[in-house]
Each structure stands twice: as structure tokens, then as C-alpha cells.
């Protein structure tokens, strides 16, 4: 092996040195400048001494000669003698070249660090602020919410990183969702899995953290990556919230992610609102109503007022809020016996437009005994008949939490052109499943089907294909049944499945009674949760098929049609009943978007006249 010489030391030395960026070159620069300098100016000194006139100093020297290495200009109002003059231009020469590079070293180095800001790599200095960690549609719904529940604030900020070109991701955020507000919206580009990366969102000073599941194979590992690398840095560590597409990924998230996490199982969530709103008409609406920023939000209070108070008598209590449940050191539970005492350690589960809005009220409210209708035995569970169009991957989830619904001897016919249709359905207990291939877009496959012998219809999107291409085919589909119903005269409720929310106001020439956008409910939840992530128990209730559930009720069954009642008759009503009320629907509006007739948490002492075909939105048993 030959031995290594000095000199390949010193340009190895040099080399290394060289590499350093901009600020090595301006160091050697700035050496190659002083000893320039100095050597013009010891010639200058040795060859024309007493050059120019009155420099009798080497200090002088020195700075006549860099005043010509800075301004090379400057040679052409020199005069002397030959040896000056040479001398000079030679230094003027010397520093034209270094002007030069300086100049260029510069504009370099300027130009590195604006193309590093403008690509979002410098770390954020904001502080309570929620943090957006990947990139997904879901990202405009939250971005759009925490904007709107951050709008009473004078400061607030949401910090995204994604692996995407930081103009980018804010162009496509301004374009969606247009003015922010008070909200700033910060971008860094990186990738969420690298903790570097993770260091620019300056997430000790966090509010929360919300996780996205990515597009494209494979997401829940991604998320649980993410997890990874949130759990292993130092500081402190914010609350985290994660969407995970599949419930079977649930314990590796939750080991990946700590107690700091909660997971959100998007296919479990999506279908149990898509079954639960195949079975009650306009529940879509109302959760959608829950989980926005827009109107009835849910809050958690603890008024001393309140304890030793019954909960049927703290439905009464609120002027502007209603009472939905409580939540105690055992867990959540919505709408409880009525003669439930509310302890110190309870919470009051409410709706209310604003939590400045959630003040007890002055006096006890009153009631029109003379317009309570007598209550009536529930009907028997009959058995039903449910059409389920299309196949995906929740698909099987939805059909086994149907199967929890219905009464035994209940059908479910499967029209699917996907050879997974019905696979996987073993053990069911009260549904009897048929399937049948079928072309869900073709009118006449659709009318072999007999759909009026059905009671309930569910469309879901069809995972074959791209979301665009599968809300198109949906649209297809609710448009053939829409017109069956006209033709044939055929009376079925209709739930479809999309993706894109804005396919909603397209097809709302279906009238199809529920459209949930599964995206756009997951990534409500998800925002809801970044701002109380206590909340987490109530939605995780709400949606469960035990305990009580939102039902959209006939108004006759609790005030007498046609005569004027106030909202907080309606309640006393069903408290009657063991059920609490929280809205009504009304029959004459149930087309009209963006509520569709449905109102959460009217005022007490609001005056209602219903009519028939209104309904009374309530919490109750099965």
C-alpha cells in the first residue's frame, strides 16, 4: 500500500474544508484577500516608496491598496510613478477576481437559503398550535374545521408537514377552503416518519397532533411509522390522534403510538353510521351536525349547580344547551335513568352552538301538560328486507353490524359485479344472505332485482375503483333508483357511500334520504378530537350499537300535531319515555340543504308547530 504524502494531506485538508458550504469559501476568500492586500501593499512600500503623495505610513499604504481590491475602478484615477502604477493595477486586477467571487458566493448562499424557506425546512416557532402530520383529501375537512373553532381566538395556528412542495400544499389549501381567518397556516416540507424532520414542527409546544392515513397500499403502516418516530423523541409529548382504515391494526398502533394516542378506526366508524342511517332517516345529517364546528358542537361542563340534581331533572336545566349525558369515573354514558344523581365527579355531557353558550338557566321552564301525548307501546321488531349494492373492504363489517340490528329472520340480498361479494359472512345470527352478480349502474339489472320488496337500500362505493370514477358510478346507480321510485311508484329508504363531498350537492337530485362521506366524517372526528380528545369516549358511544342511540322519532308520539308547544315540552316529553330529546326534523324541509329540515338544540322556550311527518330527534334504547 503506498504511503500517503503531505500533499495529499493538505489538499484531502482543503478538500474537506472546500465542502463546507458557502461560509468556508467566504473564509478562504476573505484569507486570499488579506494576504493579496498585504503583498500589493509591501510592494507598493519596496518599489515606490512615499506613493502617492502624503502616504508616508504603511497603514495608509494598506488601505489605498484595499480600497483598490474592493473598487478595481479606482486604478483609473491613479497617478505616480510606473512602479505605482503597476503595483496598483495588479491589486485592482487581484480584487476584480475577488469582488467577483465574493459577489457570486453571496448570491449563492442567499439563493440556498431562499430556496430552503421557500421549501418550508426551517423550524416553526409557533407555540399551542395543532400540528398536521401527512397528507390526505381528509386534510382540507380538518384544516377547514380548526379554522372555524379556532375563529373566536386572537391566535392560532395550524402547522402542516407533508413529503409535498410547500407553496403547494398551501396554494391547495387557499384554494379549498379560502380565507383562514385569524388561523395561520404553516407548511413544512418533510417526511413525517424522520424525527429531523419532526424537529421543525416544534412539537413540545403543541396543542395536539393529528395523524393522517395516506393514500395508496398499505396506509396503516405508514400511520403506525409515524407513531414510531412520534414516541421515541425527546420533550414532551402532545396528545395524538391517528386514523388507522383498518380496526385489525388497532393494538400495533396503540403499542407503536403510548397512552398519549387515540385511534380512530375509519371502516368501523363509517359503517356504523352508514347502518345506522340505512335505519334511521336523516342521521347522517345530525352526526354531521355533531361532529362540524358549524352549529350544536359537544361540550363537557362541571356545574357545582348540578350535583345532586337527577338527570332527568338537569335536561330542564339549560336555557341554550341540551343535555345529552354524563360522564363519570366508570366511563360515558348518554341519555341514563332519569333518577340518575349527578356526583361531584361527573361531567355534563351538552349540546350547544358555542361554549359561551353553555350557562345554566335563570328558572325552571314551563310545560304544556295539555299537549303531551299519551305515550304508546313501541311496535314489535319485525323482520326486514335490506338491498346492499356494490362490495368494499368495510362491506363485511356493515353487514355484521346489521346483523346486530335486526329483528331474526331478516333478509340481506348482495348485488355485487365484485367476486369478494359476500365473502367472510360466517356466523351471522338474524340476517339470511343472499348474493346475486350484478352490473349496480345497468337499469335493467337493477329492476330484476325487485328493489320495491325492500325496505332499506344501501349503495356503497365500489373499491375496484379510483374515488372519482367510484362516486360517479354511485351517482349512476341513485339516479336508476330514484327513477324506479317515480315510474314504479316504490317507497324504500335509500343510504349511499361517497367520497368526495363535493358529489353531495350533485346528488341531491337523487334524493336519496342519507349521502355519508365517509372522508369527510372521519376527518371531522379527527378534528373534533384534536380539540378535546375527551370526547373521543362520547362519538366512541354514540356510534356503538349498545346504549342508546340517535333516533329520529314521529312527533305525534310525544305533543299533539298542529298546536304550538315549546322545545322544552318536547323534552319533558320524552324524559316521560327514558328517552332525551335534542331536535326535530321537519317534514318540509327534508330536501333543502345543508340541514334538511333537521334542527339540534333549539332554544327552550322556542315555539314549534309540528306537523304530520315531522319527527322529534331523540336519545334512546333500541
Not at 313501541?378 to 323482520?383: I, S, Y
Amino acid at each position: 500500500m503506498s504511503k500517503v504524502t503531505v500533499r495529499a494531506r493538505v489538499r484531502y485538508w482543503f478538500d474537506n474544508t472546500m465542502s463546507k458550504g458557502t461560509a468556508s469559501l467566504i473564509g478562504w476568500l476573505a484569507v486570499v484577500s488579506v494576504a493579496l492586500i498585504v503583498t500589493v501593499a509591501g510592494f507598493a512600500l519596496w518599489l515606490a516608496p512615499g506613493e502617492p503623495d502624503g502616504a508616508g505610513q504603511a497603514g495608509e499604504v494598506l488601505w489605498i491598496t484595499l480600497m483598490h481590491a474592493l473598487t478595481p475602478s479606482k486604478v483609473a484615477s491613479d497617478k505616480g510613478s510606473a512602479a505605482y502604477l503597476a503595483v496598483m493595477f495588479a491589486g485592482s486586477l487581484g480584487g476584480l477576481f475577488i469582488v467577483s467571487m465574493l459577489v457570486g458566493l453571496l448570491s449563492n448562499g442567499l439563493k440556498q437559503k431562499v430556496d430552503r424557506l421557500r421549501r418550508g425546512r426551517s423550524r416553526i416557532v409557533e407555540s399551542g398550535h395543532t400540528v398536521v402530520l401527512g397528507w390526505s383529501d381528509q386534510v382540507f375537512t380538518i384544516v377547514g374545521e380548526l379554522v372555524k373553532a379556532h375563529a373566536s381566538q386572537k391566535r392560532s395556528a395550524v402547522a402542516i408537514l407533508a413529503d409535498r412542495d410547500k407553496l403547494d400544499m398551501e396554494e391547495d389549501l387557499r384554494e379549498h377552503l379560502g380565507d383562514l381567518g385569524r388561523t395561520r397556516l404553516v407548511c413544512r416540507t418533510g417526511k413525517p416518519t424522520e424525527p429531523h424532520d419532526l424537529a421543525l414542527m416544534n412539537l413540545a409546544a403543541a396543542r395536539s397532533v393529528v395523524v393522517l392515513s395516506p393514500e395508496g397500499e398499505d396506509p396503516d403502516a405508514h400511520v403506525i411509522k409515524i407513531l414510531l418516530a412520534l414516541a421515541k423523541r425527546e420533550g414532551a409529548h402532545p396528545p395524538v390522534v391517528a386514523a388507522l382504515t383498518s380496526g385489525r391494526n388497532l393494538a400495533a398502533a396503540r403499542l407503536a403510538g403510548g397512552p398519549d394516542v387515540h385511534l380512530v378506526d375509519s371502516d368501523d366508524t363509517a359503517a356504523r353510521l352508514i347502518v345506522q342511517s340505512s335505519r334511521q332517516s336523516g342521521l347522517s345529517v345530525v352526526c354531521m351536525d355533531l361532529l362540524n364546528f358549524d352549529g350544536g358542537e359537544i361540550y363537557l361542563r362541571t356545574p357545582k349547580k348540578l350535583v345532586g340534581v337527577t338527570y332527568g331533572e338537569a335536561l330542564h336545566a339549560y336555557q341554550t344547551a341540551s343535555v345529552i349525558g354524563l360522564r363519570r369515573p366508570s366511563g360515558v354514558v348518554l341519555n341514563p335513568p332519569g333518577d340518575t344523581v349527578i356526583g361531584a365527579d361527573d361531567e355534563v355531557i351538552v349540546i350547544a352552538a358555542d361554549d359561551s353558550h353553555v350557562r345554566l338557566a335563570a328558572g325552571w321552564p314551563s310545560v304544556d301538560e295539555s299537549a303531551i301525548a299519551a305515550p304508546a307501546a313501541p311496535p314489535a321488531p319485525a323482520p326486514e328486507r335490506t338491498l346492499l349494492l356494490n362490495w368494499n373492504g368495510r362491506a363485511e363489517r356493515i353487514v355484521r353490524l346489521l346483523d346486530a340490528y335486526v329483528a331474526p329472520g331478516s333478509v340481506l340480498e348482495i348485488a355485487a359485479g365484485d367476486p369478494r361479494a359476500g365473502a367472510g359472512l360466517d356466523g351471522l345470527r338474524n340476517l339470511t344472505v343472499n348474493v346475486k352478480d350484478c352490473d349496480t349502474t345497468d337499469r335493467f339489472a337493477l329492476e330484476s332485482l325487485g328493489v320495491g320488496v325492500f325496505q332499506h337500500v344501501i349503495v356503497l362505493s365500489d373499491d375496484r375503483f379510483d374515488s372519482h370514477h367510484a362516486d360517479t358510478r354511485t351517482l349512476m346507480t341513485l339516479l336508476q333508483l330514484r327513477d324506479m321510485q317515480s315510474t314504479l311508484g316504490e317507497h324504500y329508504s335509500i343510504v349511499s357511500e361517497m367520497h368526495d363531498e363535493n358529489n353531495r350537492a350533485l346528488a341531491e337530485v337523487t334524493e336519496a334520504d342519507d349521502i355519508v362521506i365517509s372522508d369527510t366524517v372521519i376527518g371531522l372526528l379527527l378534528a373534533q378530537l384534536a380539540e378535546n380528545r375527551h370526547l373521543a369516549e362520547v362519538f366512541g358511544y354514540l356510534f356503538d350499537s349498545r346504549g342508546s342511540e340517535i333516533y329520529p322519532r314521529p312527533a305525534s308520539s310525544y305533543v299533539r300535531t298542529g298546536t304550538e308547544v315549546t322545545f322544552s315540552t318536547v323534552i319533558e316529553a320524552a324524559r316521560r319515555r327514558g328517552e332525551t330529546a335534542i331536535g326535530y326534523r321537519a317534514c318540509a324541509g327534508r330536501d333543502e340543504p345543508p340541514h334538511y329540515g333537521i334542527v339540534l338544540n333549539p332554544g327552550k322556550s322556542d315555539p314549534i308547530v309540528f306537523a304530520e311527518g315531522d319527527t322529534v330527534i331523540v336519545l334512546a334504547e333500541h
